[in-house]
């Protein structure tokens, strides 16, 4: 049995979570198996790509499936990084040809769309460090001061929530820029803690041992 689950979807790069997951002393497997997430205490789903191909894949595999009944139903723990948590959305409008919207998860009231900051000295895509200010707050910021809420982000959209309820933190990139959300035992980042030095590591860390 594996402590954690990471979630491989077939252009996922895993690597770096892995590496994250094993350094605060967690033993994760990188799986699409039904009974390897079955058996895992906690969930991550990571992600870099595009959104499109990214639900192909989940769907191709079965894993919209199998996240439904052991996140969902089950009320495993489970965390969303970056394309990740866009993917939990009910629509993006990346690649979105002949403005046909690309379907989500569905798992949050929001949609995916394109960061528009309103400083045209700001380039897209989003790449760096970042502040987040803190909305509320969540297990997975225990003792992180808000003095090291500070992550790197790599985005050119962003997800919009319409529930504000859902919304731990935001960013600040020429637009509100929404950095964290999470309700009952699912979590979510935009941003990539297993590259955010300490504040990163010690976010994983509170999720890894978070029992909602």
């Not at 077939?10 to 033993?27: P, T």
């Not at 192909?56 to 439904?68: C, P, T, V, Y």
């Not at 001061?145 to 935001?170: I, K, Q």
Request: hydrophobic letters at 45%; aromatic letters at 8%; glycine letters at 8%.
């Amino acid at each position: 049995m594996s402590d954690v689950a990471i979630v491989d979807y077939g252009i996922n790069n895993v690597r770096s979570v892995r590496n994250a997951v094993e350094y605060c002393g967690f033993d994760p497997v990188v799986t699409h198996d039904a009974d390897a997430i079955a058996d895992a205490s906690h969930v991550i789903l990571p992600g870099v790509g595009a959104f499109g191909d990214a639900m192909a894949n989940i769907r191709s595999r079965g894993i919209d499936e199998m996240l439904e009944r052991h996140v969902r139903e089950k009320g495993k723990p489970f965390l969303a990084v970056c394309l990740g948590m866009q993917l939990l959305a009910k629509t993006s409008e990346e690649h979105a040809d002949g403005g046909v919207l690309h379907r989500g998860l569905g798992w949050f009231d929001a949609d995916v769309v394109r960061l528009m900051p309103n400083d045209p000295a700001l380039k897209i895509p989003h790449m760096g460090w970042n502040a987040v200010a803190k909305e509320r707050s969540h297990p997975i910021l225990a003792n992180i001061r808000e003095s090291n809420l500070a992550f790197y982000f790599v985005h050119s959209f962003a997800m919009r929530c319409n529930a504000p309820a859902d919304v731990v933190g935001y960013a600040q990139y020429g637009q509100p820029v929404t950095a964290i959300i999470a309700r009952d035992n699912i979590a979510a980042t935009q941003f990539h803690p297993e590259k955010s030095q300490d504040s990163g590591i010690e976010l994983m860390n509170n999720f890894l041992r978070w029992n909602p």
